[in-house]
C-alpha cells in the first residue's frame, strides 16, 4: 500500500514537472528566438508571442517584426501577423529534416531614399541568416496568406507608396527531392491585386537541379489602373499616363539557360497628355508638355480604335544573361492590332519548357554549321 502511495506521488510529480516545462517552454523559446532577432548586423527584430504544437512538430512566431539597424527607415524590412514552422513527418521517417512554413499576412517594404542610410533594399544576407537560424530545416512548401510587397519613396513629389497586396499562394517540392515528389520541378502559384484594383497571376515551375537556369513561367495582369501608380511614373519614366488601365500577358521558359517567350502588355483607354493634368497641375513646362503631346498622338494614331487599345507582342529567344527582342516583330504586332486584329490580353500557353529546348538545340546547330 505504502508503495502504491509513493509511485502515486511520483506520477504526480512526474506530471508536474512535464507540465511546469511544457508552460515555460514557449516562454523559453521565445527569450531564445529575441535573443536570436538581437545579434548584431545589418538588420535585428523581434516577436510577440510563440506558440508550440509539440504534438505535429510545430511551432509559430506571432508578430514579428525584422527592421533595418540605424532607426532611421521609416518602415520594416518584413513583418508578418504569424510566421508557422512545421515538420515534414513524412520526410522524418525517411531521413531528411523538411519543413513547412506558412506566412500570415507578411508585409516586405523596399524603400528608395535619396539618403543611402534611409535605402532598404534587402541585400544584406544577416537577415537571410537570422531567418536559417529560426528554422534550420530545408523548406519544402511554403504558403502565403494576405501577404503585401511595397515599394516606397519618400522623397519624391508627392511621395510614392504602392503595392501588391493580398497575396495568396504556395510554393512546393521546394527541397527537389524525388522522395517528395514524383519529380525535380518546384512548383508555384500566386495571386495577389495592385492598387485599388487590378489583379496579377503567377504560375511558375522550376528545377534547380540544373548548371544553368531551367524554368517555365507565366504571367496575367488584368484591369491594372495606371493612375495609381502615377507618382511612380512619374518619377522613374520619361513620360506620364493621366489615364488608362494595363493588361498584360507573359510566358517565358528557359531550358539551361536559353530563353524563349514573350511578353504582351494593353494598354486601355490610355490617356499620356491633358492640358489640365500636365501643364496646369502638374506644371510640365513647355518642353515636357510637346513630348508628351506628342507621346499622345503617336499613341492615337496606333491605338485599335473599336477596343480603345494600344497593344504589341514582343518575342524574346536567346541566353538568359543576353536575350533578344526583335523590333519588327514588336513594331508589326502595334501595326496589327491597331489596323487589322485588337490582339487578346490572356496568356496564350504557347510557350513551355519544350519549345526553350527546341530553340536552344536549333540555336547550337547554327552555331556548329559557322
Request: hydrophobic share 45%.
Amino acid at each position: 500500500m505504502a508503495r502504491s502511495s509513493r509511485l502515486i506521488k511520483g506520477f504526480i510529480v512526474l506530471l508536474l514537472v512535464v507540465i511546469a516545462i511544457r508552460l515555460a517552454l514557449p516562454y523559453a523559446a521565445q527569450w531564445y528566438i529575441n535573443r536570436t532577432l538581437s545579434q548584431p548586423g545589418d538588420y535585428h527584430g523581434k516577436v510577440g508571442d510563440v506558440d508550440l504544437m509539440l504534438w505535429r512538430g510545430a511551432y509559430s512566431l506571432e508578430q514579428i517584426i525584422l527592421v533595418q539597424d540605424g532607426g532611421s527607415v521609416e518602415r520594416p524590412l518584413f513583418k508578418a501577423d504569424k510566421v508557422e514552422f512545421s515538420l515534414l513527418w513524412s520526410a522524418l521517417i525517411r531521413g531528411r529534416g523538411v519543413g513547412d512554413v506558412t506566412l500570415t499576412r507578411p508585409e516586405i517594404n523596399f524603400i528608395d531614399a535619396a539618403n543611402d542610410q534611409q535605402d532598404q533594399t534587402g541585400e544584406s544576407e544577416n537577415w537571410l541568416n537570422l531567418a536559417n537560424q529560426l528554422f534550420p530545416l530545408r523548406i519544402d512548401k511554403l504558403a502565403i496568406i494576405e501577404g503585401q510587397i511595397a515599394f516606397y519613396n519618400p522623397d519624391a513629389a508627392p511621395p510614392i507608396d504602392v503595392a501588391l497586396h493580398a497575396i495568396n499562394g504556395e510554393a512546393y517540392n521546394l527541397v527537389n527531392s524525388r522522395d517528395l515528389s514524383k519529380d525535380l520541378v518546384a512548383r508555384a502559384k500566386f495571386v495577389a491585386q495592385t492598387a485599388e484594383q487590378g489583379t496579377l497571376s503567377v504560375q511558375s515551375q522550376l528545377n534547380p537541379s540544373t548548371k544553368n537556369p531551367t524554368f517555365d513561367i507565366d504571367v496575367q495582369a488584368n484591369d491594372v489602373a495606371l493612375v495609381n501608380f502615377k507618382n511612380l511614373l512619374d518619377t522613374y519614366a520619361p513620360f506620364d499616363l493621366e489615364a488608362g488601365t494595363l493588361e498584360l500577358a507573359a510566358e517565358i521558359a528557359s531550358d539551361d539557360g536559353y530563353v524563349q517567350g514573350y511578353v504582351k502588355p494593353i494598354l486601355h483607354n490610355v490617356e499620356v497628355f491633358s492640358w489640365k493634368g500636365d501643364i496646369k497641375r502638374d506644371n510640365d513646362g513647355f518642353f515636357k508638355g510637346v513630348v508628351e503631346a506628342t507621346s499622345a498622338f503617336i499613341a492615337e494614331l496606333f491605338e485599335n480604335q473599336s477596343q480603345d487599345q494600344i497593344a504589341t507582342r514582343i518575342p524574346i529567344e536567346g541566353q538568359l544573361d543576353n536575350p533578344q527582342t526583335p523590333v519588327l516583330p514588336a513594331l508589326g504586332a502595334i501595326i496589327k492590332n491597331a489596323f487589322i486584329e485588337a490582339l487578346q490580353g490572356s496568356v496564350e500557353e504557347s510557350v513551355d519548357l519544350n519549345d526553350a529546348t527546341k530553340s536552344r538545340e536549333a540555336a547550337n546547330d547554327e552555331v556548329e554549321k559557322q
